[in-house]
T-cell receptor
């Protein structure tokens, strides 16, 4: 699986949008971009994933550049409960079966008042 | 998505002893995984728990140290054997389950925090 690069940490004011970048310049055509987050003392939580189109769900939006070499996770209105480590993972997929999730060091997002 | 529980949630153990961690899922799932998260570190996959056959271990992890059972599609155990302080970590169970969009994604349990003294 391709390697990802994320900033070590970021701050965001509560109520503002949090934009978390991820570089994955070696991504291949069949690899998806996944985002998970881990709130302190909890297991990782799946957020969103995408291949090449932008994706949105109830938690976040995922913007993938046209060349797919980078992406941005957007939390539109960050709250204190969004304080967590956010992991960007590139993962190949086989229909109905799992491929490994390889976690990097992630971005520690601190949401402040 | 599947609801995953783990027992115990935390434990403090003496070196040289063994601890078995249980993972229970509220629905049948094909794929179950065990991860380790050492203090201040990211997650590392230990093994894939295969139902009806031996687990598939990642490089650096061996069956003698981390024996795994998977007797059915809703349950698995991970044993940390002959523990040393270096085994102090959070151990997480993960399953692959169908997401709301119809794809299959991995979901994680709450973890077991192990401290070895």
């Amino acid at each position: 699986d391709a390697k990802t690069t994320q900033p070590t940490s970021m701050d965001c004011a509560e109520g503002r949008a949090a934009n978390l970048p991820c570089n994955h310049s070696t991504i291949s055509g069949n690899e998806y971009v996944y985002w998970y987050r881990q709130i302190h003392s909890q297991g990782p939580q799946y957020i969103i994933h995408g291949l090449k189109n932008n994706e949105t769900n109830e938690m976040a939006s995922l913007i993938i550049t046209e060349d797919r070499k980078s992406s941005t996770l957007i939390l539109p209105h960050a709250t204190l409960r969004d304080t967590a480590v956010y992991y960007c993972i590139v993962r190949s997929r086989n229909t109905g079966t799992a491929s490994k999730l390889t976690f990097g060091t992630g971005t520690r997002l601190q949401v402040t008042l | 998505s599947a609801v995953i529980s783990q027992k115990p949630s935390r434990d403090i153990c003496q070196r040289g002893t063994s601890l078995t961690i249980q993972c229970q899922v509220d629905s049948q799932v094909t794929m179950m995984f065990w991860y380790r998260q050492q203090p201040g570190q990211s997650l590392t996959l230990i093994a894939t728990a295969n139902q009806g056959s031996e687990a598939t271990y990642e490089s650096g992890f061996v069956i003698d140290k981390f024996p795994i059972s998977r007797p059915n599609l809703t349950f698995s155990t991970l044993t940390v054997s002959n523990m040393s302080p270096e085994d102090s970590s959070i151990y997480l169970c993960s399953v692959e389950d169908r997401a709301s969009g119809g794809t299959y994604e991995q979901y994680f349990g709450p973890g077991t925090r192990l401290t070895v003294t």
